[in-house]
């Protein structure tokens, strides 16, 4: 069981807008904790996609996007094309654990 | 270029331990952790732990606990990922990523079967 959660799918048709929501509780995302998120295309290890909520390492699309608010997080991508079909994780630190933990994961399919 | 590059993919039997590794280049291999992470066949990812390549200080996720060590070669710049009493559910791909609080790099991952 995740402590972050995640809807198990999203879909949308090319050149549409998606959001992948994170929910998390007052130990993570609440806490301040910053919200990292990755893109995991079929066969592959993860990428990270943004960092520190809203931040995206060179080379990533500007179509990514994130953004938090209260206890939880989202990922918007705008402009859907058929390569960004994957899953998508979210992860941050929790104090409870005092650790760091993922998502359940977002499988994004491009109708 | 900055990469981590894992060791092959292994076949144990259950009760049995793995050690995989996981070699950095193109950085300061102690300027960075090593984090681990599971990831069984079609499943989510599972944080395991990170160890703090410069001093050794390990931290281990509850889940993996009394299982897991990480260990760390500075003069090789390979971290290692040892998991002992390995049971079916343990067959998974283990990742290595590089960071501090967002892991930034991964290596290719290392496919563990355990199977009798």
């Known amino acids: 069981q995740s402590l972050l959660t995640q809807p198990p799918s999203v879909s949308g048709a090319p050149g549409q807008r998606v959001t992948i929501s994170c929910t998390g509780s007052s130990s993570n995302i609440g806490a301040g904790y910053d919200v990292h998120w990755y893109q995991q295309l079929p066969g592959t290890a993860p990428k990270l996609l943004i960092s520190r909520n809203n931040n995206r390492p060179s080379g990533v699309p500007d179509r990514f996007s994130g953004s938090t608010s209260g206890t939880s997080a989202s990922l918007a991508i705008t402009g859907l094309q058929a390569e960004d079909e994957a899953d998508y994780y979210c992860q941050s630190y929790d104090s409870s654990l005092s650790n760091s933990m993922f998502g359940g994961g977002t499988k994004l399919t491009v109708l | 270029q900055v990469q981590l590059v894992q060791s092959g993919a292994e076949v144990k039997k259950p009760g049995a331990s793995v050690k995989v590794s996981c070699k950095a280049s193109?950085?300061?291999?102690?300027?960075?952790?090593m984090h681990w992470v599971r990831q069984a066949p079609g499943q989510r990812l599972e944080y395991m732990g990170w160890?703090?390549?410069?001093?050794?200080?390990?931290k281990y996720s509850q889940q993996f606990q009394g299982r897991v060590t990480l260990t760390r070669d500075t003069s090789a710049s390979t971290a290692y990922m040892e998991l002992s009493s390995l049971r079916s559910e343990d067959t998974a791909v283990f990742y290595c990523?590089?960071?501090?609080?967002?892991?930034?790099?991964w290596g290719q991952g290392t496919m563990v079967t355990v199977s009798s």
């Open positions: 990523a590089r960071g501090r609080f967002h892991f930034d790099i």
């Open positions: 160890i703090n390549t410069g001093n050794g200080n390990t």
């Open positions: 193109g950085y300061t291999f102690t300027d960075y952790a």
